[in-house]
């Protein structure tokens, strides 16, 4: 199942973990929450938030499994698991204990490029309190992105932190659940990360960016211009657009009545149209134009905006709620035949021995995806001997891009950081699936920085 701990529920923690999660970016809505709480961050660059915590680990990218098992490990030896939570819903801790003893341990701490001894502070500040876990995007960019939250979860487990107030993993969740659609589909689908767009006659693009945002862009470009029709409809030119046959112009959401639900908190809201436009066309309007031209069945929008309303209830604070969403998620258990948490039973990493610099595809805190400000720097460590403002080539296994330098130490020096939404940084990334899902995995592959 797939339920984050509410943001409103971090509020009540002591500790707060920032794991890949960069919140003066990406979550600036969490910022007053935290506030006197005790902050930890694991992230390969010194954000705002590291700066300002009480333990920052700068690990290498990809070896954020190995820190949790590592963790989980040491928590057992030190006799900080929550024996009591554990023994009536998580009774496989023990296997999983020993699974974590194949990780040598100087060889793993050498490779994360991480101390005993932060391993120790780690502990000492979570053990007996109320921690929430709050894990960005960035540690799912690999091919076992799953298992990699699976082992923050197994922590968190033996902790004892679930179904508990103030306690919890908050991550990326689903902004639909407990919400029913109201349309019924039965068309094939396909994989955002493999599509051959060649294989169709007609592509049409809804508020995005494929040319960019999909990984393997080269790939996606040669296959976009195979198709005999290209439409695309949104608010932003961008480098779909310029390739497109048709551009339709959308409105924005002043302009339109929408329903907004979170992938990190349990809010509904209802936005009613504030202005009058005569630029652009609403998805709803569209969507009925064509439904009249192609003889499908449509109901009224205020039909479907009722919809939406059924699953929304108030509460105390005044705002509105989906209806029957967990308060504190696996407060009875897990959602599994036994009601108990399943730990993994393999690790499917190994030490990466790979040359190359490892590639971060972060949020831009000037642009959403490629629209806005977008960025046009690949940001380096000063030591590396490249000049601020040089023009170098940065180069995977999929392709290249050339960029314009620019400084950052804040990063590791054996990292490279390209927003997402840089143009041409997915020509670097591949077009290959993770493991356990359909997942891109935006941060794979390594690069090499050349002049």
């Known amino acids: 199942s797939n339920k984050t701990m509410p943001i409103h529920e971090i509020a009540k923690s002591e500790v707060v973990v920032f794991w890949g999660r960069n919140p003066h970016t990406t979550s600036s809505h969490l910022l007053p929450l935290i506030k006197g709480k005790t902050i930890i961050v694991i992230d390969p660059i010194k954000t705002p938030i590291a700066k300002m915590a009480d333990l920052h680990i700068q ?105 508990k107030e103030g306690c919890g993993v908050n991550y990326l969740g689903a902004s639909r659940a407990n919400i029913s659609s109201p349309f019924v589909t039965q068309s094939k689908r396909v994989s955002k990360v493999l599509t051959e767009f060649s294989s169709f006659e007609t592509v049409f693009v809804q508020g995005a960016n494929p040319l960019s945002q999909m990984p393997d862009s080269n790939r996606v470009r040669a296959s976009m211009e195979g198709v005999k029709n290209v439409v695309y409809f949104g608010l932003f030119e961008n480098e779909t657009s310029e390739m497109a046959d048709l551009v339709i112009p959308a409105k924005n959401f002043l302009y339109k009545n929408d329903v907004r639900t979170s992938y990190s908190h349990n809010r509904i809201s209802f936005m009613p149209k504030v202005a009058e436009t005569d630029v652009g066309i609403s998805e709803y309007d569209l969507s009925a134009y064509l439904c009249r031209e192609f003889g499908i069945a449509l109901e009224s929008e205020e039909f479907y905006i009722n919809h939406f309303k059924g699953f929304a209830v108030q509460k105390i604070d005044g705002l509105l709620y989906v209806d029957k969403r967990e308060e504190n998620p696996y407060s009875n258990g897990f959602d599994t035949k036994d009601g108990e948490f399943v730990f993994l039973d393999e690790i499917g990493s190994k030490i990466d021995e790979e040359e190359g610099m490892y590639l971060i595809t972060s949020k831009s805190p000037t642009s959403l995806n490629s629209q806005f400000y977008r960025q046009e720097s690949a940001y380096l460590h000063s030591s590396l001997g490249f000049r601020e403002g040089e023009m170098v080539s940065v180069t995977s296994a999929s392709g290249s891009v050339r960029l314009v330098v620019r400084h950052n130490n804040d990063l590791r020096s054996d990292c490279v950081l390209i927003y997402s939404g840089t143009k041409g940084v997915n020509n670097l990334t591949p077009s290959k699936h993770a493991l356990s899902a359909k997942s891109a995995i935006f941060q794979e592959n390594k690069v090499e920085v050349k002049r």
Request: hydrophobic share 45%; proline share 1%.
């Open 59 to 163: 690990l290498k990218p990809h070896t954020d499994q190995f820190l949790a098992m590592l963790l989980a490990r040491f928590l057992h030896i030190e006799n900080g698991c929550d024996e009591e939570f554990l023994e009536k819903y998580a009774s496989g801790y023990e296997e999983y204990y020993e699974l974590t003893q194949n990780l040598r341990i100087k060889a793993v701490l050498d490779q994360m490029d991480v101390s005993l001894g932060q391993l120790g502070d780690f502990l000492r500040l979570v053990k007996e309190k109320k921690v929430a876990f709050v894990c960005g995007v960035g540690i799912q960019k690999y091919h076992n992105g799953a298992d990699v939250m699976r082992s923050i979860d197994a922590l968190a487990a033996m902790l004892g932190l679930f179904g």
